[in-house]
C-alpha cells in the first residue's frame, strides 16, 4: 500500500546507516513487544474460562503471568521508543542540514526566485513534518505492522477458517483507506501550498508596512491578505472535512467487521472447530488489532502529507546551484589586484544581454568609479567580479588569473564587498567584523580602527562584545557603513568593491564614514559605484556606464572637458545632491 508514493522517503534510507547499532538495538526489544501481544492474547483466553470456573487460585495464575508480560512488553517499548527516537531525529535534523547547505549553494538566479517566507516555511514546517514522519514510521508504523503480523499469524495458529474469513473484510478497509488517501493527499498538498503562499504575503507585507502606510494602501493590502487567508481556511477546511469522514467511515466499517466475526465465531465452536477458550483468545487477538490498524492509517495520512512536504523540500534540490570550483583550481598567491575584463557579455536571460563586451584594465591599487544611470549594469559588474555570475563570452581576470580557474571561497576573500545597505547578523560587534573568518581581537580591532569604527565601537557598553540586534538596528546608518567596512578590509582584501549608500547622511555621519574609506581604500584596487561628487572626483578613473557598455571614460575634468553623457549627469543628480 505504500511501496509506490513511498520512493521518496527510501531515498532517506541512507541517511540512517551510521545508526545502525540503535536502530538494531531499538529493533530488538520491538520484536518483544510485539512477540508479547500474542501471549497476551493466549492468557486472555485462558482467563475467562478461569473466572468461569470460580477457581481463584487458576485466576491468580493467569492473571500473574499476564502482569509479567504487561510488564516486559512496556519495559521493552520503553526501549524501543527511546533507541529509536534518536536516530529519527538525527535523521530529519541531517535533512534540514543538507537542505540548508543547499540552500547556501544556490545559484543567486534561482535563490531570488524563491521567497523568503516560502523558504522560512519550507525549512521550518515542511522539515517538522517529514521529521515527524521518519520518526513516526520507525517508531510506531514499523511495530504496529509487526504486531499486526505477529496478531493474525496468533489467529491462523488458532483458526485458519476463522482467520480467512476475517481477511476478507480487510480489503474493504484498504481500499477506502487508499481511495480516503489519495484525496487527503490531494488537499494537504493545495492547504500547505496555501500556507506557504501566505507566509510569502506575510513576509512582503511585514517588510513593506511602511511603504504601504505611506501610500495609504492599508485597504489594499488588507483585502489582499483577506484573499489569501480565505483561500488558505477553505484549503484546510476540505482537508479537514475528508479527514472527518474518514475517522467515522472505517470506525464503522471495523465494529461491523468485529460483529460479524461474533457471528461467525458462533458458527466455528458450533461446527465443533474452535473451543470457547479459543474463541476467546481469537477476540482478544482482534481486538489487539484494532490499535496497530488504527496507527497505520493515521500514519498513512500523516505519511501522504509528509510526502506532499517532502516533495516541497525536494524542489529545492531541483534549483541549480553554484557551479563547483573546477578541478585543479588554482590557489592564489599573494595578490597584487589587477583587474581585467576581456570581451566580457553577460545577461541573466541569453536573450537580453545585460553587460556587452566590456573591456577594462585596472592596475593594482587604482580607484576607479563607475557612473551611469540606473540599469545600466554596474551591480551585476560587481556580481561577475564576485563570480556571483559568470560572464557568457569573455573573461574576468585577477592578476591575470581567469577567475573561472580559481578557488570561489578564496576569490571572495580577495575582493570583499562593502555593499549599498549594511546586513549584519545578530551578534556581538566583533562577531559581525569576523564573519566567521579567524581573526584575533587585535585583527578585529585594527580593521575597526581603519574603518574608523573603533571609536564609536569603545564606547558602547560592552564594546566589541555590545550586542548586535537584528539587522543591526541598534546602530545609526553611518556606524552601519562602517561596520561594514571594517568587515571587508579584515580579510586585506586586494580588492575592494564598494556600492554607495544613496541615502544621504547628515555632515557629520558622512565625513566619518569618508574617512573609514579613504583608509580602508589604501593600497588597494577599489571599484566603486559612486553616487557621490567626492567619489568620483577623487578616483583615478571613472568608467560611465549605460545600456550594458562603457560609453565614456577619463578622469573627472577630462569628462567634464568632454562635455558627454557624463557631464549632463554630473549637472543634473551628483551635482544637484552633493556639490
Ligand atoms: P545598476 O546596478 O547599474 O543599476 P544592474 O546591474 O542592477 O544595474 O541591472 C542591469 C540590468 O540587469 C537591469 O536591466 C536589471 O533589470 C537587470 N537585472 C539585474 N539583476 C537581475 C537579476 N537577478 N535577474 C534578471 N535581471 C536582472
Same mark, same amino acid.
Given at each position: 500500500m505504500l511501496a509506490p508514493s513511498s520512493a521518496g522517503f527510501r531515498r532517506l534510507l541512507p541517511l540512517l546507516k551510521p545508526h545502525r547499532g540503535r536502530l538494531a538495538a531499538g529493533g530488538l526489544c520491538m520484536l518483544v513487544f510485539v512477540a508479547c501481544w500474542p501471549l497476551l492474547a493466549s492468557q486472555a483466553g485462558q482467563l475467562i474460562p478461569a473466572i468461569g470456573s470460580g477457581d481463584f487460585h487458576r485466576v491468580l495464575k493467569v492473571i500473574a503471568v499476564a502482569l509479567s508480560l504487561f510488564l516486559i512488553q512496556k519495559v521493552a517499548q520503553f526501549g524501543q521508543d527511546t533507541l529509536l527516537a534518536a536516530p529519527a531525529l538525527q535523521v530529519s535534523q541531517e535533512l534540514r542540514r543538507n537542505l540548508f547547505a543547499r540552500l547556501q549553494r544556490l545559484e543567486f538566479g534561482a535563490l531570488e526566485k524563491l521567497s523568503a517566507g516560502d523558504l522560512t516555511y519550507r525549512l521550518t514546517e515542511d522539515a517538522d513534518r517529514v521529521g515527524e514522519v521518519i520518526y513516526k514510521t520507525i517508531q510506531d508504523t514499523t511495530p504496529s505492522a509487526l504486531q499486526l503480523v505477529a496478531v493474525f499469524g496468533y489467529m491462523v495458529y488458532l483458526d485458519w477458517k476463522l482467520s480467512l474469513a476475517t481477511l476478507l473484510l480487510a480489503p474493504l478497509v484498504a481500499v477506502l483507506v487508499s481511495v480516503f488517501g489519495a484525496r487527503v493527499l490531494g488537499a494537504a498538498e493545495r492547504s500547505q501550498q496555501q500556507v506557504s503562499e501566505l507566509a510569502g504575503l506575510l513576509g512582503e507585507a511585514i517588510g513593506g508596512l511602511p511603504l504601504v502606510r505611506a501610500f495609504a494602501a492599508e485597504p489594499w493590502l488588507q483585502q489582499r491578505f483577506e484573499t489569501e487567508i480565505d483561500l488558505h481556511r477553505r484549503a484546510r477546511y476540505r482537508t479537514l472535512r475528508l479527514l472527518a469522514l474518514q475517522h467515522?467511515?472505517?470506525?464503522?466499517?471495523?465494529?461491523?467487521?468485529?460483529?460479524?466475526?461474533?457471528?461467525?465465531?458462533?458458527?466455528?465452536?458450533?461446527?465443533? $472447530?474452535? @473451543? #470457547? /477458550? !479459543?474463541? *476467546?483468545?481469537?477476540?482478544?487477538? =482482534? +481486538?489487539?488489532?484494532?490499535? &496497530?490498524?488504527?496507527?497505520?492509517?493515521?500514519?498513512?495520512?500523516?505519511?501522504?502529507?509528509?510526502?506532499?512536504?517532502?516533495?516541497?523540500?525536494?524542489?529545492?534540490?531541483?534549483?541549480?546551484?553554484?557551479?563547483?570550483?573546477?578541478?585543479?583550481?588554482?590557489?592564489?598567491?599573494?595578490?597584487?589586484?589587477?583587474?581585467?575584463?576581456?570581451?566580457?557579455?553577460?545577461?541573466?536571460?541569453?536573450?537580453?544581454?545585460?553587460?556587452?563586451?566590456?573591456?577594462?584594465?585596472?592596475?593594482?591599487?587604482?580607484?576607479?568609479?563607475?557612473? $551611469?544611470? @540606473? #540599469? /545600466? !549594469?554596474? *551591480?551585476?559588474?560587481?556580481?561577475? =567580479? +564576485?563570480?556571483?555570475?559568470? &560572464?557568457?563570452?569573455?573573461?574576468?581576470?585577477?592578476?591575470?588569473?581567469?577567475?573561472?580557474?580559481?578557488?570561489?571561497?578564496?576569490?571572495?576573500?580577495?575582493?570583499?564587498?562593502?555593499?549599498?545597505?549594511?546586513?549584519?547578523?545578530?551578534?556581538?560587534?566583533?562577531?559581525?567584523?569576523?564573519?566567521?573568518?579567524?581573526?584575533?581581537?587585535?585583527?578585529?580591532?585594527?580593521?575597526?580602527?581603519?574603518?574608523?569604527?573603533?571609536?564609536?565601537?569603545?564606547?558602547?557598553?560592552?564594546?566589541?562584545?555590545?550586542?548586535?540586534?537584528?539587522?543591526? @538596528?541598534?546602530?545609526?546608518?553611518g556606524q552601519l557603513q562602517r561596520l561594514a567596512i571594517a568587515r571587508a578590509v579584515l580579510g586585506n582584501p586586494a580588492v575592494l568593491l564598494l556600492d554607495e549608500a544613496t541615502s544621504a547622511l547628515d555632515a557629520e555621519a558622512e565625513e566619518a564614514v569618508q574617512q573609514g574609506l579613504q583608509r580602508a581604500m589604501d593600497g588597494r584596487t577599489v571599484l566603486v559605484i559612486a553616487h557621490r561628487l567626492s567619489t568620483v572626483q577623487e578616483a583615478d578613473h571613472i568608467l560611465f556606464l549605460e545600456g550594458g557598455r562603457i560609453v565614456e571614460q577619463g578622469s573627472h575634468d577630462g569628462l567634464m572637458m568632454a562635455g558627454g553623457r557624463y557631464r549632463d549627469l554630473c549637472n543634473r543628480q551628483l551635482i544637484r545632491s552633493f556639490g
Amino acid at each position: 500500500m505504500l511501496a509506490p508514493s513511498s520512493a521518496g522517503f527510501r531515498r532517506l534510507l541512507p541517511l540512517l546507516k551510521p545508526h545502525r547499532g540503535r536502530l538494531a538495538a531499538g529493533g530488538l526489544c520491538m520484536l518483544v513487544f510485539v512477540a508479547c501481544w500474542p501471549l497476551l492474547a493466549s492468557q486472555a483466553g485462558q482467563l475467562i474460562p478461569a473466572i468461569g470456573s470460580g477457581d481463584f487460585h487458576r485466576v491468580l495464575k493467569v492473571i500473574a503471568v499476564a502482569l509479567s508480560l504487561f510488564l516486559i512488553q512496556k519495559v521493552a517499548q520503553f526501549g524501543q521508543d527511546t533507541l529509536l527516537a534518536a536516530p529519527a531525529l538525527q535523521v530529519s535534523q541531517e535533512l534540514r542540514r543538507n537542505l540548508f547547505a543547499r540552500l547556501q549553494r544556490l545559484e543567486f538566479g534561482a535563490l531570488e526566485k524563491l521567497s523568503a517566507g516560502d523558504l522560512t516555511y519550507r525549512l521550518t514546517e515542511d522539515a517538522d513534518r517529514v521529521g515527524e514522519v521518519i520518526y513516526k514510521t520507525i517508531q510506531d508504523t514499523t511495530p504496529s505492522a509487526l504486531q499486526l503480523v505477529a496478531v493474525f499469524g496468533y489467529m491462523v495458529y488458532l483458526d485458519w477458517k476463522l482467520s480467512l474469513a476475517t481477511l476478507l473484510l480487510a480489503p474493504l478497509v484498504a481500499v477506502l483507506v487508499s481511495v480516503f488517501g489519495a484525496r487527503v493527499l490531494g488537499a494537504a498538498e493545495r492547504s500547505q501550498q496555501q500556507v506557504s503562499e501566505l507566509a510569502g504575503l506575510l513576509g512582503e507585507a511585514i517588510g513593506g508596512l511602511p511603504l504601504v502606510r505611506a501610500f495609504a494602501a492599508e485597504p489594499w493590502l488588507q483585502q489582499r491578505f483577506e484573499t489569501e487567508i480565505d483561500l488558505h481556511r477553505r484549503a484546510r477546511y476540505r482537508t479537514l472535512r475528508l479527514l472527518a469522514l474518514q475517522h467515522p467511515v472505517v470506525g464503522f466499517i471495523e465494529a461491523a467487521g468485529i460483529l460479524t466475526v461474533l457471528l461467525l465465531g458462533a458458527w466455528r465452536i458450533g461446527a465443533g $472447530g474452535l @473451543s #470457547g /477458550a !479459543g474463541f *476467546s483468545s481469537y477476540v482478544a487477538a =482482534l +481486538l489487539m488489532l484494532i490499535d &496497530p490498524i488504527s496507527h497505520l492509517t493515521t500514519n498513512f495520512n500523516e505519511f501522504q502529507q509528509g510526502q506532499a512536504s517532502l516533495r516541497r523540500l525536494r524542489a529545492i534540490e531541483q534549483e541549480p546551484v553554484e557551479a563547483p570550483d573546477r578541478p585543479g583550481a588554482r590557489p592564489l598567491a599573494q595578490l597584487g589586484g589587477a583587474l581585467e575584463l576581456r570581451d566580457v557579455s553577460f545577461g541573466y536571460s541569453p536573450s537580453q544581454p545585460v553587460l556587452q563586451q566590456l573591456n577594462l584594465r585596472v592596475a593594482p591599487g587604482q580607484v576607479v568609479a563607475l557612473v $551611469g544611470p @540606473s #540599469g /545600466a !549594469g554596474k *551591480s551585476t559588474l560587481f556580481s561577475l =567580479l +564576485l563570480r556571483f555570475n559568470a &560572464p557568457q563570452q569573455g573573461q574576468v581576470l585577477l592578476d591575470g588569473l581567469d577567475l573561472q580557474d580559481l578557488r570561489a571561497a578564496e576569490l571572495r576573500r580577495a575582493v570583499a564587498l562593502v555593499p549599498q545597505q549594511t546586513t549584519l547578523f545578530s551578534g556581538t560587534v566583533a562577531e559581525a567584523i569576523r564573519f566567521g573568518r579567524p581573526a584575533s581581537d587585535e585583527q578585529v580591532r585594527r580593521a575597526a580602527q581603519l574603518a574608523n569604527a573603533a571609536d564609536f565601537i569603545e564606547a558602547m557598553p560592552g564594546g566589541y562584545g555590545a550586542r548586535v540586534e537584528e539587522r543591526g @538596528s541598534n546602530f545609526s546608518g553611518g556606524q552601519l557603513q562602517r561596520l561594514a567596512i571594517a568587515r571587508a578590509v579584515l580579510g586585506n582584501p586586494a580588492v575592494l568593491l564598494l556600492d554607495e549608500a544613496t541615502s544621504a547622511l547628515d555632515a557629520e555621519a558622512e565625513e566619518a564614514v569618508q574617512q573609514g574609506l579613504q583608509r580602508a581604500m589604501d593600497g588597494r584596487t577599489v571599484l566603486v559605484i559612486a553616487h557621490r561628487l567626492s567619489t568620483v572626483q577623487e578616483a583615478d578613473h571613472i568608467l560611465f556606464l549605460e545600456g550594458g557598455r562603457i560609453v565614456e571614460q577619463g578622469s573627472h575634468d577630462g569628462l567634464m572637458m568632454a562635455g558627454g553623457r557624463y557631464r549632463d549627469l554630473c549637472n543634473r543628480q551628483l551635482i544637484r545632491s552633493f556639490g
